[in-house]
């Protein structure tokens, strides 16, 4: 058995650490840092290196998308190589962040995206920037067509099919509980449509966690997801044991994304009580957690994640 893990300390930069979105990249983490200096070539070389894998390339644009000295950094490369595509693509994806906050224009960022796509036809992230920012501002429609315009270039997209089960979930918020909602249904279709390594094997656990969320948020569950009955119907129960069984054979532990998964389904185990299984999941977390699902519906994810880590195995 490993080790425990370390114990989580209280203090903003811990927690800092403890949800940062790099995840265990570690080169990617180690590039932001250098574009937070200014040099951008790092940058250059790690997604030189990333090549066609999409996931990965999707993770780590969005990751750095998000630093604030990203956009500055991006348009000083983009100055200085105008026809990059990965330029372009940074560039974009720190456009829709500082949209997100207010501080760009939702057109010109849209813009920056379509530019990037025309530099980089098959390279769905451009498409994923867009789908980011229409996921919050955007109509329903929009995310399915954007949506649609990502799988188009990789079916398996994980990112995308998080973004678009977060949405899905939103439908018919004062509904109630109902098993047969679009959300679930859309979830075990892209599970049953991937291949058997897939981790879209997770979907339907983050599917069953979104929909909690969107309940929690409009008062039909209780603020404390282990409370709630949510993770105890006999549906619900089918998800969790296939999505714990394809970790126990698959791990994903080689995907960009894959300690998100893990969290979806440490937090899912933790509510339906399961406490051994969540217990090898917060081995396998380690110190990379997400503030995802932790947070849901509306609680801080630090104290969240320590709460159920420790009832889960026992130490602090």
Known sequence: MPPPPPPLGRSRKRAARLFDPA?????LAAARAALDRGR????????????????RRGHRLV?????PATFAWAKEW???????ADAAALSACAAVFRAMR???RTDRAK?????????????????????VLARTLGTEEEVVRLFDKVRHRHPEHHHAHHLMVGRLAERRADMGQDPLHEVYDFASWAAEQAPADSPLAILPVVAHAERYRVLAEAGSEPPQPERSGHWSGRRARLVMKAAFDWWLEWDGAEHPRGRIDLNFLAHAKFCEGRAAEAAALFHRIGQYATKEPWSYPDRDPSDAFRAARTAALGVA
């Open 23 to 27: 995840l265990d990249d570690a080169e």
């Open 40 to 55: 951008w070539t790092e940058v250059r070389s790690l997604l030189a290196a990333t090549g066609r894998d999409w996931d």
């Open 63 to 67: 990751v750095l998308g998000q630093a």
């Open 78 to 84: 983009r100055l200085a190589e105008p026809e990059s």
């Open 102 to 104: 207010g501080k760009e």
């Open 111 to 131: 813009e920056a995206c379509r530019v990037a796509a025309e530099l980089a036809p098959d390279d769905p992230t451009p498409w994923l920037g867009l789908l």
